[in-house]
């Protein structure tokens, strides 16, 4: 398939990210190198030259939203004739053969295995670039790992982003999709981490939120099985870097080295997200996870005992096949007595390849979606509560810059909650010479069921 005419010097790129942390990672590495090869990125796709859709495909809803975008898109390269559309992504990785039959207004797509060919694929006039390249062709496992020295684009001012310490996954959870679209765990060192956040810290970056399809396996591919403890301690001596968040950490493989790393390294947040998926030893087994609720007890006691004032936030799966309602009953009890500062829910859905879609003992979907609807009801209830604990508290808080509610107050967020995900603080009578990016002392005066709100102090 021949690509279709493009603008004589292509200049202007528009990328939309969909998915997770960890697909904007990829966002930035893409955007990177297509302005290596001479397009700055804009956030009007009218007046892009080239299109660009980093999807997601986790499960079906994220599907269906990339396949909406993707079709917005294309409404962009019609009005504006030689644009090029671009599909990336997982999205891609699974499905490219199909959607070039169905979407043959995408002039080329580009799987998680091979991003760092977009240029490429795109016949730029660089080097090696070939023209006319679908790429819809059946894609390779993936093998693509990006380094400190991928090029990645950080938006003006960026004062916090993500660092991607790892690529793929190796475990083998039942539901999960993730390793047939990113391919098995594959390590970065930890001197390229650290490179890396220390290139960022000279781009203006003071937060650093460590991602990974899973933590705390990162480095066993390797040869280093705890080197997330080595990590952390190393970029507690990244001069400039202030705070440091770990996101994603499978529970089976929490070291105690890892628990002093986190309580004793000054700029790591007191905090981990560690979703477990769910409670009961039934459905955890049907589930393929290695841990029983006995041992997720255990370590949730030694968390919290070697962590003073920890701030953990979970993820449950609803409805997988086989959860009777004494097994949601037994979730919803556990949900109550661990008493999670923050907690996400979603329904389980039929994705084909996994294990879970041949598994009998299928829930309605409307039991799924009721149960999560239930537990994410309860956890409304404690979260407000965990809230209230935080009153007449002084904590430093992240200042991000004016309210998304209002211009009448700041906003911004203290070391246990994480972007996007936790809610905020809002400050109120803030002296008038603070900007984003500065880390202020605050003491809370209000507090409600997601948000916080205070004035700054000292």
């Known amino acids: 398939m021949t690509l279709p005419e ?37 956030g009007d796709p009218n007046e892009a030259d080239v299109l660009v859709v980093n999807t997601c495909a986790f499960i079906e809803a994220s599907k269906t939203e990339s396949i909406d975008v993707i079709l917005e898109m294309a409404d962009h390269k019609a009005s504006r004739p030689g644009t090029r559309l671009v599909v990336a992504g997982c999205l891609a990785q699974r499905h490219a053969a199909d959607l ?25 006039g660089l080097p090696g670039a070939g023209a006319s390249v679908l790429g819809a062709e059946r894609k390779p496992r993936p093998e693509y790992l990006a380094d400190h020295l991928e090029p990645r684009y950080l938006a003006p001012e960026s004062f916090s982003t993500y660092l991607k310490i790892a690529e793929g996954c190796s475990q083998a959870c039942a539901f999960c999709i993730i390793p047939k679209l990113r391919g098995v765990q594959r390590s970065r060192t930890v001197e390229d981490c650290v490179a890396e956040a220390r290139q960022l810290v000279a781009r203006g970056v003071i937060e650093v939120n460590v991602v990974a399809q899973d933590l705390t396996h990162y480095g066993e591919d390797i040869g280093e099985p705890d080197a997330l403890a080595r990590l952390v301690r190393e970029l507690g001596k990244v001069d400039g870097l202030k705070w440091v968040r770990l996101l994603y950490a499978y529970p089976d493989n929490i070291t105690d080295n890892l628990i002093d790393a986190i309580a004793t390294t000054d700029n790591c947040c007191k905090y981990l997200d560690m979703p477990l998926q769910h409670a009961s030893d039934a459905v955890l087994s049907q589930m393929k996870r290695k841990t029983s609720r006995a041992e997720i007890e255990a370590l949730l006691k030694r968390l919290r005992d070697g962590i003073p004032d920890l701030t953990l936030r979970t993820t449950f799966l609803c409805g997988h096949p086989g959860e009777t309602e004494a097994d949601f009953r037994e979730l919803m009890e556990f949900v109550e007595q661990q008493r999670f500062h923050r907690v996400g829910a979603f329904a389980w859905s039929r994705e084909e ?50 309210s998304d509610e209002t211009d009448l107050l700041l906003q911004g967020r203290t070391q246990g909650q994480a972007p996007d995900i936790d809610g905020v603080v809002y400050v109120n009578d803030a002296p008038k010479d603070i900007g984003r990016g500065q880390i202020r002392l605050v003491e809370i005066t209000q507090t409600g069921q997601h948000d916080l709100v205070g004035h700054v102090v000292g």
């Open 6 to 42: 493009a603008p004589q010097t292509p200049r202007r790129v528009h990328l939309v990210s969909l998915g997770c942390p960890k697909n904007r990672v990829d966002s930035e590495h893409l955007l990177g190198q297509l302005q290596r090869a001479g397009l700055e990125p804009t």
């Open 100 to 124: 070039s039959q169905s979407m043959p207004e995408v002039d080329a797509f580009v799987g998680t295995g091979e991003l760092d060919q977009i240029v490429a694929r795109l016949g730029l």
């Open 353 to 402: 390849g996994t294990l879970s879609a041949r598994l009998p003992g299928s829930v309605p979907t409307p039991v799924r979606r009721a149960r999560v609807n239930q537990l994410m009801k309860l956890q409304e209830r404690i979260s407000t509560e965990r809230l209230q604990e935080m009153m007449g508290r002084v904590v430093p808080v992240l200042i991000e810059g004016l």
